[in-house]
């Protein structure tokens, strides 16, 4: 029996998914350093070095260059969740999410999350891949807490969605960016201090 081959990508093709891939990766750090609202196309467009128009051939609008930055930052998510241990404790893993999205954060690769009255909120909305993917990542996570608040590694009186969102929260703490910009702790020691405010508190133990 045959194989099926599938067919390769033309050199035109593959120079194509090369320029998108620079345009998005743009596009997530200008995102990261100003913002969706605060970012423009003629940013995006200069630091990849084409001309508006070429970026209109990939993305027909400033709303659609954010969400394929926020889709590529769900799927990194995703992936680095899926290698995560199936045994190891579910608020380790929690942690390692944690730590991961501070990582991604402190590398200025994290993309700001829009205002509630963004327009890209509702691109979002929208996106059949963002919120697929949201929605898996959410359920992965709600089933660690709540593995957690059963072992009583988490606080069983919170309800189980305002932890998850505390967690989400931390991939637009300014603390982060605040603790990075005065230079007085390495990025490791950064993680470790809002890992411990996250999950142990301020109270001393």
């Known amino acids: ?13 593959r120079m194509l998914q090369v320029r998108e891939d620079a345009i998005v990766h743009a596009v997530n750090r200008l995102l990261a350093e100003k913002g969706f609202d605060a970012m423009t196309v003629d940013e995006v467009a200069a630091q ?15 709303e659609d260059l954010a969400a394929a930055a926020m ?35 402190l590398a200025g690769d994290m993309p700001t999350l829009p205002s509630q009255n963004s327009s890209l909120r509702a691109t979002l909305m929208g996106n059949p891949d963002y919120m697929d993917g949201l929605m898996e990542i959410s359920d992965q ?15 069983p009186t919170l309800p189980a969605i305002a932890i998850l969102y505390t967690f989400y929260a931390r991939a637009c703490d300014s603390v982060v960016e605040f603790l990075q910009m005065g230079g007085l ?3 490791e020691q950064i993680m470790e201090m809002v890992l411990t405010t996250c999950f142990e508190g301020l109270n001393a133990r």
Do not use: C
């Not at 590529?72 to 944690?98: G, T, W």
């Not at 996570?141 to 606080?155: D, F, K, P, T, V």
């Open 141 to 155: 996570l709600g089933g660690w807490i709540e593995a957690a608040q059963a072992r009583n590694e988490l606080s």
């Open 185 to 187: 702790f390495p990025d």
């Open 1 to 13: 029996m045959n194989a099926i081959t599938t067919p390769k990508a033309s050199f035109k093709q």
């Open 48 to 62: 990849v070095g084409i001309a508006k128009a070429s970026l209109y051939k990939h993305f027909p609008s400033k």
């Open 71 to 105: 889709v590529r930052v769900m799927r990194r998510a995703q992936d680095f969740i899926s290698e995560l241990p199936a045994d190891a404790a579910p608020v380790e893993n929690l942690r390692a999410v944690v730590r991961w999205v501070l990582q991604v954060k």
